[in-house]
């Protein structure tokens, strides 16, 4: 599976959109990319996941340019109980699914 | 809602202890998975079964062995363990069959051996 690079940590305040960008240059054509959410003392959470182009649900937002070798996680005004680690994982349509964890994205939303 | 819930949120054993940790999900999820997570280095993949008395390793299951008697139920074991084994320990599962499929996590132990 196509490993995955993003930042080890952002900064935003409340109420701005924050874009949260992940680099997976060895996608393969069965890959989807999907983020989940990392609260501390709690187990990661699923957000969202996509193929291509755009999706959006109550959340976030996720953008896939046509290359697909990056995305982006956008979560619009992102509040204090938004601070988390978010990660990108790049998982395979089929078969067993081994999620490979990065060290993921930590977000600290300041007041 | 997907419940997964583990047996212990801290656990103190001492070096050479057999140690226990219990996994119990209550959507009839076909996959279960145990991860520890230390800083700096993400969650890893220590083994994870796809169907009851199955198993498959991760990433890094040497120290570790797993059980699966009842699909709703995976157990880790740590045979005789050590302090470099102290962690974050959590388990997931998914409904299983497709790889895009959600995984759910528990609220994990963690686990210190001295």
């Known amino acids: 599976l196509a490993k995955t690079t993003q930042p080890i940590s952002m900064d935003s305040y409340e109420g701005q959109e924050v874009n949260i960008t992940c680099s997976h240059n060895?996608?393969?054509?069965?890959?989807?990319i999907t983020w989940y959410q990392q609260f501390p003392s709690q187990g990661p959470r699923f957000i969202i996941q996509?193929?291509?182009t755009k999706v959006t649900n109550e959340v976030a937002s996720l953008f896939i340019p046509a290359d697909r070798k990056s995305s982006t996680l956008s979560l619009p005004r992102v509040s204090l109980s938004d601070t988390a680690v978010y990660y990108c994982?790049?998982?395979?349509?089929?078969?067993?699914?081994?999620?490979?964890f990065g060290t993921g994205t930590r977000l600290t939303v300041i007041p | 809602d997907v419940k997964v819930t583990q047996s212990s949120r801290y656990l103190v054993k001492r070096t050479g202890e057999k140690v226990f940790l219990e996994c119990v999900q209550d959507?009839?999820?076909?996959?279960m998975f145990w991860y520890r997570q230390d800083p700096g280095l993400g969650l890893r993949l220590i083994y994870f079964?796809?169907?009851?008395?199955?198993?498959e390793k991760g990433d890094i299951p040497e120290g570790y062995s797993v059980s699966r008697e009842k699909k709703e139920r995976f157990s880790l074991i740590l045979e005789s363990a050590s302090t470099n084994q102290t962690s974050m320990y959590l388990c997931?599962?998914?409904?299983?069959?497709?790889?895009?499929?959600?995984?759910?996590f528990g609220p994990g132990t963690r686990l210190t051996v001295l």
């Open positions: 060895n996608i393969a054509t069965n890959d989807y």
């Open positions: 994982l790049v998982v395979r349509q089929t078969g067993a699914n081994n999620l490979f």
């Open positions: 079964s796809y169907d009851v008395k199955m198993k």
């Open positions: 996509g193929y291509k």
């Open positions: 997931a599962s998914s409904l299983g069959g497709q790889g895009i499929d959600t995984q759910y």
């Open positions: 959507m009839d999820h076909e996959n």
